[in-house]
């Protein structure tokens, strides 16, 4: 079953995009802000990094590379945005609800 998540880009606003499974995705602009819930405990954790990519780009490898693995409920992501690299990082953290 299709659900509808949001990648939410506190620079650009909100973009919608389909995933296979039930996740909560937030960007913050500042990694220190991004706190992980109390109640969340991370089973695993995938960083990404690509370079030269925009971010609907980014959005949809990430998408990608959720898709392939089968339990995953709960994302807590968070991203820098580095133009003068143009490069970009991206922590997923992963949590299985059940």
Known sequence: MQVT??????TKGAKAYSFEHPVSITYTQD???LSEPSDVKVD???EVT???????QKCNYLME??????RIYYIATSHTW??????WAMK????NLL
């Open 31 to 33: 990694l220190e802000k």
């Open 44 to 46: 695993k954790q995938v």
């Open 65 to 70: 590379e959720i898709s392939k693995k089968a």
């Open 5 to 10: 998540g949001k990648f939410i880009d506190v």
């Open 82 to 87: 580095k133009t003068w690299q143009k490069s």
């Open 50 to 56: 690509k370079s030269a990519q925009t971010l609907e």
């Open 92 to 95: 997923v953290y992963c949590r």
